[in-house]
């Protein structure tokens, strides 16, 4: 065989070998799933978000220096333990003041005998003079007199008397402000949760409701989010499958425990409380997702995985090409959905990735 000869042919091989090659390589690898005969659900989609039952930012009822605090962010507390040590130095004084001043008060009180024998003095002399009267010793007009002096003489005893009981409560009461103020010179979580913010640490002075601490609920409320248009017969007690961003695909079965009946007036959705099952240290807040929450069933309905529609139609496989085929939707879950009309029977295989590169006759790769 000559030189030239054997050139020529090797060139036309390579060339058929990049033909091929070429051919093949342009064809996107895709994988498929079939459609299978099997439980339709309809199912409403929300977006799910976890927070706490209650977020509560915890202020000073008193003035002080901040003497004690340990507290971290993040840091666990439980209902009853103590957050801050204000110092009670102040309302030790005052309290002390009041007592001294309540104590000789009382005692000047019980020591007023002038008051007592002025009062009694005038019952005699009064009487004495309702006795003089009746005998025809005195006038009656200066018996009037007599009896107007004592009244007002009495009624000004009986309010220095009210006034004085007055002034006494008036000390008692301040005195177990004192008291209230100094017990709360120890500031004490009000429910169980975690540290999120701390505004003010020992050596500080804070005044009356300066912030210390934020503190968020121990509880959490694993929130849906529904649209207007979704919101139609969803109602305690519905089962619901959950999605969490951070865990990516694990799905998390639910139920619909409470249904607010009032919309957000900002987006208008509609909100729903969900009961998760998932363990507690997984469910943390701030955690993201979607949920379907299924309203219906349908059975033996033919169900295609939600991957595989795009604007309305599916890639059925045919050989080594794919067809696009228009499909009527149904019932739809977070997964799956019902396909209620078009050319797509019981088995095909429909493209479940790299759809936005296909289109109606495009040669394709089968993942395996």
Known sequence: MKPAFKLALAAAVLGGVALVGG???NRPEISFAPVTRDVAVDAVPAAVKVEPEFQVTITSDVTGLVKKSNLKLGQVVREGDVLFEIDPGAYVIELRRLEEQLANTQAQFALDFEQRSALERRKEDLANFERRAREGDYPELELKRRRE????????QEKDRLAREQNIASLRHSIQLQKDSITLCVVKAPASGTITEIFVQPGEVVAVRAALVRLYSESLLVEARINEEDFSGVRPGLEASVRFLAYGPELYSAKVVKVLPNADPQNQQYRAYLEVSIASERLIPGLSGEASIIRNRRQAALVAPRSALKDGAVYVLDGDVVR???VEVGFRSLTAFEITGGEVPEGARL????LDSLSDGRRVSVAR
């Open 351 to 354: 493209a479940v990735s790299g």
């Open 149 to 156: 002096e004592f009244r007002i003489f009495s009624e000004q």
């Open 324 to 326: 696009r085929r228009p």
């Open 23 to 25: 051919r093949y390589a």
